[in-house]
């Protein structure tokens, strides 16, 4: 099976401006998580789809936005750009929808894209 | 808070030593996974082990969840093992909110 795939791999923006970031989870993968990497804050949940619903959403701020598509897809997008806003976006799927008690299935990871904010 | 903190930050070894990395987590988990991350930023899933132990050539995990740590064997390390290994884990309580991460163990490896 392919593994998780995130386009663009690298991208270059300046503040002010707005991003979207797109994710394919491994066939027939459901759930698609999203994570921001920075060297201060260290690794953050940012928000999981499943089934085109946002099932969970972590501490940012409304400027973080996402969708999920009828195949899965995802995309992430950041609007109004800043500099903390650069970092690396990992996006994670799993096999299937988080069970009654919340445990989720593993999850693997794309290889990310790193948004430099100019 | 919830937290999960991860002993010790930074590590050298030479090659050949073993190593134990270990992860302390403050509530009860459902999932609890190993990664190791790349040079180039990607994770790497090494085990998938909410309890119990499991193993994978020189590597082996354990996590005994009733005491809310997880351990990570690394032996005869070679030169690749260097990098970022990280402990990540849902916790069981309330709403699901994604994998928490730890801060990581930076592990070099000299020849």
């Known amino acids: 099976k392919a593994g998780v795939t995130q386009t663009p791999r690298y991208l270059i923006k300046t503040r002010g401006q707005q991003v979207t970031l797109s994710c394919s989870p491994i066939?027939?993968?459901?759930?698609v998580s999203w994570y921001q990497q920075t060297p201060g804050q260290g690794l953050q949940f940012l928000f999981e789809?499943?089934?085109?619903?946002?099932?969970n959403k972590g501490n940012f701020p409304g400027r973080f936005s996402g969708r999920q598509f009828s195949n899965s897809r995802s995309e992430m997008n950041v609007s109004t750009l800043e500099l903390g806003d650069s970092a690396l976006y990992l996006c994670?799927?799993?096999?299937?929808?988080?069970?009654?008690?919340?445990?989720?299935?593993?999850?693997?990871f794309g290889p990310g894209t790193r948004l430099t904010v100019l | 808070g919830i937290q999960v903190e991860q002993s010790p930050p930074d590590l050298i070894l030479q090659e050949g030593a073993n190593s134990t990395l270990r992860c302390n987590f403050s509530?009860?988990?459902?999932?609890l996974q190993w990664f190791h991350q790349n040079p180039w930023g990607q994770l790497i899933n090494l085990f998938y082990?909410?309890?119990g132990t499991k193993q994978n050539g020189r590597l082996s995990a354990t996590t005994v969840a009733t005491e809310r740590y997880s351990l990570l064997y690394i032996s005869s390390s070679q030169t690749t093992d260097s990098g970022v290994y990280f402990c990540?884990?849902?916790?069981?309580?309330?709403?699901?909110?994604?994998?928490?991460f730890g801060k990581g163990t930076h592990l070099i490896i000299q020849p």
């Open positions: 994670a799927s799993s096999g299937g929808p988080p069970l009654r008690n919340f445990s989720y299935n593993e999850q693997f």
């Open positions: 066939s027939g993968h459901r759930s």
């Open positions: 789809y499943f089934s085109e619903t946002q099932r």
């Open positions: 509530d009860s988990v459902n999932n």
């Open positions: 082990i909410p309890s």
């Open positions: 990540a884990v849902t916790f069981s309580g309330g709403g699901a909110d994604g994998l928490t």
